[in-house]
């Protein structure tokens, strides 16, 4: 089991550090340290494994985006166990375009599997 700690800095490293980071190098080097090489990214389009498939993931986000578009948490951290999940923002500061959550496993210390869910739209 994963102490409480753990899960949260690796669900605010998933968010920020990697998904909210537009520097290439030093997103991959988190990803190296928070990802097992083997993580199943599921998002609503596919499901991708391994740490260059999530890194394509992010970086194909990331240039897709407009410039001021950035990630936030929205909410606390839920924590069960070895799974933890984080709500977030992404748009420009203050007027999201997009909410979501993550959902995270964790083997060893580090994430196995990623799962992000997107808010549906409203009616």
Not at 30 to 42: G, K, L, P, Q, S
Not at 67 to 72: E, L, P
Not at 77 to 85: N, R, V
Request: negative net charge; hydrophobic residues 45%.
């Amino acid at each position: 089991m994963t102490d409480s700690a753990e899960l949260t800095l690796l669900l605010e490293s998933n968010l920020l550090r990697v998904f909210g980071n537009r520097d290439e190098a030093s997103r991959r080097a988190e990803i190296d340290r928070v990802y097992t090489t083997d993580v199943a990214f599921t998002d609503p389009d596919e499901t991708v494994v391994g740490a260059d498939a999530l890194e394509a993931k992010a970086a194909a986000l990331l240039s897709s985006a407009p410039a001021d578009f950035v990630f936030a948490p929205d909410g606390p951290a839920y924590l069960a166990g070895d799974t933890a999940a984080l709500a977030w923002t992404f748009g420009p500061a203050g007027a999201p375009a997009v909410r979501g959550v993550d959902v995270i496993t964790v083997t060893d210390g580090r994430i196995s599997a990623l799962q992000t869910l997107l808010a549906a739209p409203t009616r």
